[in-house]
Nanobody
Framework: QVQLVESGGRLVEAGGSLRLSCAVS????????MAWFRQAPETEREFVGA????????NYGDSVKDRFTISRDNAKNTVYLQMDRLAPEDTAVYYC?????????????????WGQGTQVTVSS
């Protein structure tokens, strides 16, 4: 069974940092691009960042560029999202996703496997 399990979400103060993890099983992780998306209440799901199958290329949404960093450890079948200088606007459920493609795409429909999400809440 394909499974993506996010962890690390919690309440954090504005200006703080948090690292999310996504553990992947049941797929050829090394051959897949990975991404993070987020969805705040009453909003559409938003692209956060993506990383290519090798980890050599990354892509970020404008709202998080220069603050968030996506990385992966293929030996551990895990992808990470390091979030720095968090703001209340970053409050959302964060979803991990795996792609049938190898490139760091931003399109939601490029991703075939999704985790159940982890809640990140940034207080003022």
């Amino acid at each position: 069974q394909v499974q993506l399990v996010e962890s690390g979400g919690r309440l954090v103060e504005a200006g703080g940092s948090l690292r999310l993890s996504c553990a992947v099983s049941g797929v050829a992780f090394r051959d897949s691009a990975m991404a993070w998306f987020r969805q705040a209440p009453e909003t559409e799901r938003e692209f956060v960042g993506a990383i290519s199958w090798t980890g050599r290329s990354t892509n970020y949404g404008d709202s998080v560029k220069d603050r968030f960093t996506i990385s992966r450890d293929n030996a551990k079948n895990t992808v990470y999202l390091q979030m720095d200088r968090l703001a209340p606007e970053d409050t959302a459920v964060y979803y991990c996703a795996g792609s049938r493609f190898r490139g760091a795409r931003w399109q939601r429909d490029s991703y075939d496997y999704w985790g159940q999400g982890t809640q990140v809440t940034v207080s003022s």
